[in-house]
């Protein structure tokens, strides 16, 4: 899959970002679109994903409650709603095709960096 990836930025604690996704490929009908972060110095953690086929969700148990992934099933996009943000949700944040949740990922795309600061 290619991943076109938007948002991002920087924010102050309690605050919120909105991070979109729109994959394209044959290999969209199976597995689940979602994020994974990377921060400095800690290992890679899934974050949030989407079922291709059922529209489950998944995610991690620090952002259960404050993050919502979604997808627009017209437009083929996939959004990610981060509320009440904290500096521990800093890193790089990569939309990603998941073979197995949370780290079986299969391709993902460049990325983009989420800073929470005040």
């Known amino acids: 899959l290619e991943f076109v990836e938007s948002g991002g930025g920087l924010v102050q604690p309690g605050g919120s970002l909105v991070l979109s996704c729109a994959p394209s490929?044959?290999?969209?009908?199976?597995?689940?679109i979602g994020w994974f972060r990377q921060a400095p110095g800690k290992e890679r953690e899934g974050v949030a994903a989407?079922?291709?086929?059922?529209?489950?969700?998944y995610y991690t148990d620090s952002v259960r409650g404050r993050f919502t992934i979604s997808r627009d099933n017209t437009k083929n996009t996939f959004s990610l709603q981060m509320n009440s943000l904290t500096p521990e949700d800093t890193g790089v944040y990569y939309c990603a095709h998941f073979e197995s949740w949370p780290m079986g990922t299969r391709s993902w795309g460049q990325g983009t960096q989420v800073t929470v600061n005040s």
């Open positions: 490929g044959s290999d969209l009908g199976w597995g689940a």
């Open positions: 989407i079922s291709s086929g059922s529209g489950k969700a």
